[in-house]
């Protein structure tokens, strides 16, 4: 018999005018000791299928119909306090983000031991005891000493492994693991990923992983279930629904991914799953206002070069220069950027990436080093208006395209902003007809000047940020994470979009990521990060056929394997 | 830990320095000391005696030095009306004062927390709507009004309890008259912190619902229920301990103004606390009394901020290991 076994569930949420039904008809079954995979893209209802099993769904939203067995009992109808009965002790549950999972305020021992005492009659000692032991089974190191710390002594895959930990206190049958590496580096990732298939099968519980990650699926589950739209449209073996997928919504899926093993000229983009908007014309520089008095100085050589850059952060103030504690966030970094390429930056969180393009752009001021952008020595522009001339040049696109946007302006003034501010047009007239021009060609239309940015969805608001970034005619373009946010899909769209902007406004970019599969696609060189350092500088496709340094070796190692999904994209090709 | 709290310490004595300097200005500046002292007969040369003797002809900041340096020991000279040490004055009425703010602050975390917590978990429940507007009188009616109020129905409607006065007070030691001992007292105390805590009580429960509405919705508060907790640990371990931060630095600033703005209650219920007496003394220009209140009061302020800046290193973990 399956450990859980959903049938024809249905999840509704009433709102003022209408019923949104966020899980439709879903019919499942989960076994001890396999994992099923729930993917999908955000709104699919994926995570509202954990949350009707487990029995916290957000009000309003309730089962409307269907049933939910556990072991053959059917569990969606228990009273409250037999509901809560079971959470925990027959299902435990792991949140995405460790970092906010645990209460800040009591240590990993009183959480566990509160945990194992609500659920199993064991002393306060004996449930010490058990949790000293949890804690060494999901792989801490020291755990009678780490047991005692509070959660942020903790880095964000150590507390990652204490959520798991907790997860597990009372031996439950069935985990519901909710995007349980989405906020994780690639390396915590791979390792928490094998820690929860290792804990699956040992301890033979029926593990149910939500995610949006088609390379966690491919790698640890022995079944998937797609959904779109609060439908499940396929449902199989993994190998069978991401080898040979029979939906089309999975082949768009699954061709959207972006590939680390062969580059591609651009990303499919499957018309099944967001309409792109307007239709973009093709800009032709010449004639067009963004290519119109580009007076920028002519450059030979690399647009931008730097030289042993050093930023260090004071992490402890002190009157005497000796007690001063620093933080090097980047250290003796030097690399070039040629004019109209796309140079990578990829490394893990904290390895110096983002406060590389925080340097370039002027937002924080180097320790030490050089920047050079043309000819110009950026450091030691005094001059405001140079300073402003230089800014001009270079535009940033941030990674949360929800915070990056002032939600109390019109998209038309967020977008006219930087275009009176650098006086680029001469009349309210010219700048209406540059926004709506910049509006067409990242795909939104001129109508949508008129809205907020909270009338759209994350995709198109990084499509705002873009026509924002595109409207002082810059000519080099950092793009920090621009797409670490958003659904494969919608990713898809937008890597195109700056692709061809590249093309046809010549840009030169800096791309950074995390992610080795959108650098690949992306960049023609790429830059490895770790601990502020530089490790390899090489061209794209020698990167990853012959990776120099072991630190990129292990990296490449780490990704998920995409083999299903490399079979499934020749199938559809 | 000890770092953080010696820099703490040094900006309160900053504080203080400055407040100092306000109160010294009021009494060296405002009209002329020595007419303030004297009868209208007295001979110029006696005045200028006086005003020599009392040191008002050295250099200013000599002045302010031995003006501080007589604070410290709580000397602030001698009331003009009452022809006695100021400090005397003082050590008469604080406990008065302090036993009614403590009241009062006592009662507004005890009916103001729980009532707190009620709305915060259960919004959308008639009583929690019912506590909410009910709080909205709190906030919006004046302190004087609320002790009218309560005296013409307390005292002179149903005559339960006394209107004015301490009732009568037990000697503890050399200094310290205390109401709490006697029944008189106790009546006596209820509608003046009743009154003077109303005020808190509404803000303590206003701001531990809006903070246990924004912690509820947490992903920890979230994975505790997931993790089958019973709701009591939740709410109480989990939440409430995470609303506290706020809470304590809100209670802790408001218990300062309780001490501060007693004046307005004691006045009304004729309380014979400090506020009543600083009230006298604005009426009657007694500066050595006025500049004794400004010190003594924000002494208290910057005591118990200094308290609330050490608590939070008890509640919150995270501000005790130094950062790397």
Not at chain 1, 373 to 394: C, H, I, P, W
Not at chain 1, 420 to 443: Q, T, Y
Not at chain 2, 129 to 152: E, H, M, R, Y
Request: net charge neutral; proline share 5%; charged share 20%.
């Amino acid at each position: 018999m399956s450990v859980l076994e959903i049938k024809d569930l249905t999840v509704e949420f009433p709102g003022r005018k209408s019923v949104f039904v966020a899980v439709d008809d879903v019919t499942l079954s989960v076994d001890a000791g396999k994992i099923l995979g729930v993917v999908g893209e955000s709104g699919a209802g994926k995570s509202t299928v954990g949350n009707a099993v487990i029995g916290l769904l957000q009000e309003p939203g309730h089962i409307a119909g269907g049933e939910i067995f556990l072991h053959g009992r059917r569990i969606d109808q228990l009273p409250y306090r037999q509901k809560r009965l079971l959470r925990g002790r027959k299902i435990g549950m792991i949140f995405q983000d460790p970092l906010t999972s645990l209460d800040p305020l009591q240590t990993v021992e009183s959480q566990l031991v509160e945990t194992i005492r609500t659920h199993l009659p064991l002393s306060a000692k004996q449930a010490r005891q058990r949790a000293v032991e949890l804690i060494d089974a999901v792989g801490i190191p020291d755990p009678a000493e780490r047991i005692g710390q509070y959660p942020h002594q903790f880095s964000g895959g150590m507390r990652q492994r204490v959520v798991i930990a907790l997860a597990l206190c009372a031996e439950p049958e069935l985990v519901i693991a909710d995007e349980p590496t989405t906020a994780l580096d690639v390396s915590i990732q791979a390792q928490i990923l094998e820690l929860m298939k290792k804990l699956c099968a040992e301890r033979n519980v029926a593990m149910m992983v939500i995610t949006h990650d088609m390379g966690v699926i491919a790698d640890i589950t022995d079944h998937v279930a797609v959904m779109y739209r609060g439908r499940l449209v396929e449902y199989g073996e993994t190998n069978q629904v991401l080898g040979a997928p029979d939906h089309p919504y999975t082949r768009s899926l699954v061709s959207a991914v972006p590939r680390p093993d062969i580059k591609v000229d651009r990303f499919p983009v499957v018309d099944y799953i967001e309409k792109a908007g307007a239709p973009q014309r093709k800009i032709d520089i010449s004639s067009h206002w963004l290519g119109k008095a580009r007076d920028f100085s002519a450059v030979s050589g690399p647009l931008v070069r730097i030289r042993d850059l050093d930023m260090r952060f004071e992490t402890r103030g002190s009157i005497f220069p000796s007690r001063r504690k620093y933080f090097q966030a980047v250290r003796k970094v030097s690399f070039d950027i040629e004019q109209g390429e796309t140079f990578g930056l990829v490394g893990e969180s904290g390895s110096g990436k983002s406060t590389i393009a925080r340097l370039v752009t002027g937002l924080y001021q180097p320790t030490d080093g050089t920047i050079l952008f043309g000819e110009t020595e950026l450091t030691s522009l005094k001059n405001r208006k140079d300073v402003l001339a230089m800014r001009r040049q270079m535009q940033m696109i941030f990674q949360d395209p929800y915070s990056s946007l002032n939600a109390r302006m019109r998209v038309k003034e967020i977008i006219a902003e930087p275009i009176r501010f650098h006086k680029l047009a001469s009349g309210n007239a010219e700048v209406r007809r540059i926004v709506d021009d910049l509006l067409d060609h990242v795909g939104l239309g001129t109508a949508a000047g008129q809205k907020f940015p909270h009338e759209f969805s994350g995709g198109q608001r990084q499509r705002i940020s873009i026509a924002r970034a595109l409207a002082t005619r810059p000519r080099f373009l950092i793009c920090d994470e621009p797409t670490s946010a958003l659904d494969v899909s919608i990713q898809a769209q937008i890597l195109n979009l700056l692709k061809d902007l590249q093309e046809e406004l010549q840009l030169t970019m800096l791309f950074i990521s995390h992610d080795l599969a959108v650098i690949r696609q992306m960049c023609n060189r790429i830059g490895v990060m770790r601990n502020g350092e530089l490790c390899e500088v090489s061209g794209c496709d020698q990167l990853f056929e012959a990776p120099q340094h072991p630190y990129t070796r292990e990296l490449l190692e780490l990704m998920p394997s995409m083999e299903l999904l490399s079979r499934a994209n020749l199938a559809t090709a | 830990m000890i770092g953080f709290a010696t820099r703490r310490f040094v900006q309160a004595m900053i504080v203080m320095l400055v407040v100092a300097l306000l109160s010294f200005t009021m009494f060296r500046f405002v009209g002329d000391p020595i007419n303030q002292m004297v009868g209208i007969e007295t001979s110029l040369e006696d005045r200028e005696a006086l005003r020599e003797r009392l040191g008002l002809n050295d250099p200013i900041p000599l002045q302010f030095y031995h003006f501080i340096s007589r604070a410290v020991r709580f000397d602030f000279g001698t009331s003009y009306q009452f022809r006695q040490p100021v400090s005397e004055l003082f050590a008469k009425r604080i406990p008065a004062t302090l036993e009614l703010s403590f009241t009062s602050a006592l009662f507004a975390l005890i009916v103001g927390v729980p009532m707190g917590l009620f709305a915060g978990l259960n919004r959308d429940s008639s009583i929690s709507k019912l506590f909410l507007s009910v709080s909205l009188i709190g906030i919006s009616l004046p302190t004087f009004f609320i002790g009218i109020l309560l005296i013409f129905l307390f005292s002179v409607t149903l005559q339960w309890l006394p209107s004015f006065g301490r009732g009568e007070t037990v000697q503890i030691g050399s200094w310290w008259t205390t109401g709490f001992l006697t029944v008189s007292g106790l009546k006596a105390l209820v509608l003046p912190s009743i009154t003077l805590g109303l005020y808190q009580m509404t803000l303590i429960m206003r701001l531990i619902r809006a903070e246990m509405l924004e912690v509820i919705r947490t992903d920890y508060i979230k994975f505790a229920r997931a993790r089958g907790l019973p709701d009591r640990l939740v709410n109480f371990r989990h939440a409430l301990k995470n609303t506290l931060v706020p809470v304590v630095t809100i209670t802790g600033l408001q218990l300062g103004s309780i001490i501060a703005f007693a004046t307005i209650t004691e006045t009304v219920f004729q309380w014979p606390g400090m506020g009543l007496m600083f009230l006298q003394a604005v009426q009657n220009v007694d500066i050595p009394i006025m500049s004794a209140y400004l010190m003594l009061t924000a002494f208290m302020f910057v005591g118990i901020n200094f308290i609330v800046d050490i608590l939070y290193f008890l509640i919150d973990p995270r501000l005790r290991v130094g950062r790397p």
